[in-house]
T-cell receptor, first 115, second 108 residues
């Protein structure tokens, strides 16, 4: 399935590094999301974009910085992360805003390890 | 009260068994409801939307009781490939709220 793609699939970075995660959706959707999934925890919503406008910043630390240049692409810029930020980062998209009945589809995720 | 509460599991059932998952949600403003499945170390995949009148998709039946804020999923004639974590997901406004999920293992 290639509806939502994410790169890289795995990333190891030091606490002083800067890196970016990329998400691309090929479904013609208007909304995109970043989630974090830590071990044995539910998915946590981080950011929501609708028509390239951010509609939610769910109390996420500023070391995570999203960017949505167009409705097909979403980035998550990372800098000075902490070891507790190690997790699976999932991108998702939906035709309209999730929660209003629109089904949300996920990418395969980026497994991030902060050393 | 947690936003989404699911059976803690895990469930271990033989092939061919019928298994039921239960879920309650706390946000009475929730407007949409879904079940997702997640395989180990993979992304969640949409299993089915849940409609007020209940709906069925092959071996899977979902029910919603808005008054009780309760959602259920029934799997009939379970297959080995049904082994996964099942996530109950209510939604309101722009967001979906994911539960911790219930792990199902179907044994040969």
């Amino acid at each position: 399935e290639t509806g939502v793609t994410q790169t890289p699939r795995h990333l190891v970075m030091g606490m002083t590094n800067k890196k970016s995660l990329k998400c691309e959706q090929h479904l013609g959707h208007n909304a995109m999301y970043w989630y974090k999934q830590s071990a044995k925890k539910p998915l946590e919503l981080m950011f929501v974009y609708s028509l390239e406008e951010r509609v939610e910043n769910n109390s996420v630390p500023s070391r995570f910085s999203p960017e949505c240049p167009n409705s097909s692409h979403l980035f998550l810029h990372l800098h000075t992360l902490q070891p507790e930020d190690s997790a699976l980062y999932l991108c998702a998209s939906s035709q309209g805003l999730a929660g209003e009945g629109y089904e949300q589809y996920f990418g395969p995720g980026t497994r991030l390890t902060v050393t | 009260r947690k936003e989404v509460e699911q059976d803690p599991g895990p469930f271990n059932v033989p092939e061919g068994a019928t298994v039921a998952f239960n879920c309650t949600y706390s946000n009475s403003a929730s407007q949409s409801f879904f079940w997702y499945r997640q395989d180990c170390r993979k992304e969640p995949k949409l299993l089915m939307s849940v409609y007020s009148s209940g709906n069925e998709d092959g071996r899977f039946t979902a029910q919603l009781n808005r008054a009780s804020q309760y959602i259920s999923l029934l799997i009939r004639d379970s297959k080995l490939s049904d082994s996964a974590t099942y996530l109950c997901v209510p939604g309101s406004n722009y967001k979906l709220t994911f539960g911790k999920g219930t792990l199902l293992t179907v044994n040969p």
